[in-house]
């Protein structure tokens, strides 16, 4: 059986419109803070992050945009984004 959103519309999670992009934000800074902070903008479920320092420890964070705005970012685990904070080390050169 296929679930339905309530009123038969997209989901309110996504404020009923399609997403368009995402927003990913790789920092050597687990506050996000730091100088080697790489942003980028895909419409892809895939990316990759171009110009990390090799061997170092990047945290990740990530947010959905679509027509009505910009969601919060979620730097951790999970589908509801309560896991581990995401990080993973740049491949060596």
Known sequence: MLAV???GALPESTGGAALL???IT????PLFDGTD???V???STSVTVSGLTPDRRYYVRVA????VGTSAFCENEG????????????PAG
């Not at 959905?64 to 027509?67: E, F, G, L, T």
Request: glycine fraction near 6%; include cysteine.
């Open 37 to 39: 902070t790489h942003t």
């Open 79 to 90: 589908t509801t984004c309560t896991g581990a904070q995401l990080s993973a080390v740049a």
């Open 21 to 23: 992009e995402y927003e």
């Open 26 to 29: 790789a920092s050597e800074s």
């Open 41 to 43: 903008t895909t419409s």
């Open 64 to 67: 959905a945009r679509n027509s």
């Open 5 to 7: 959103a309530l009123g």
